[in-house]
């Protein structure tokens, strides 16, 4: 079956390179650490991205989706660089820009959901949404590293995202099921 929704088409094949990038960047990252719990668990998160790049690829393979070669080359650049700038622009940075992607991809993953809802698909609605709780836990967890640094104030103004502003309105402590979760990341 073919899917006559070029946004959500190119919305997959996105999702599916950055997740690579993802997981590859908080390698560096973890490996920038020198405190062995955060590398535990920054490891943790890479091993979730490719769990979702395993998730996004087979819901591409239902529709014949291919792979994006743009894409994998783009984010494999953007991997090698975010993963080597790690051991070169201190601690603070990796922790912020990691929480600030991961809010913006909480929203992929309901925006591919709400893309395929339109098509009258809801086979992978609660798929993408763990996907996207999952996204928004990595958030959570980067956010509480960095909550109470000096930097984060004057981040949190010039990039948009910090202890008062998210692009999602995800709040776990108050989540929704997955069958009652359409307003999340409504625009």
Not at 129 to 134: A, H, I, V
Not at 135 to 150: A, V
Request: proline share 3%; hydrophobic share 35%.
């Amino acid at each position: 079956m073919q899917l006559n929704h070029p946004q959500l088409v190119d919305l997959l094949k996105k999702a599916y390179s950055a997740e690579k990038a993802a997981a590859f960047a908080y390698q560096g990252h973890a490996s920038s650490v020198k405190d062995a719990t955060e590398k535990k668990e920054i490891h943790q998160i890479e091993i979730d991205e490719w769990i979702h790049r395993k998730e996004v690829l087979g819901i591409m393979n239902d529709f014949d989706i291919p792979v994006s070669k743009f894409y994998e080359l783009k984010f494999y650049i953007i991997d090698r660089i975010i993963s080597a700038s790690c051991h070169v622009i201190g601690w603070f940075m990796p922790f912020y820009f990691a929480g600030r992607l991961e809010s913006g991809n909480v929203c992929e993953y309901f925006r591919i959901r709400q893309y395929f809802n339109s098509l009258g698909i809801t086979t992978y609605d609660e798929i993408l949404y763990d996907m996207g709780l999952k996204e928004k836990e990595h958030e959570i967890y980067f956010l509480e590293k960095i909550k109470s640094n000096k930097f984060l104030p004057y981040y949190e103004k010039f990039f948009s995202w910090g202890n008062n502003q998210s692009f999602n309105n995800i709040d776990l402590d108050k989540k929704y099921p997955f069958e009652n979760s359409n307003h999340y990341c409504k625009k």
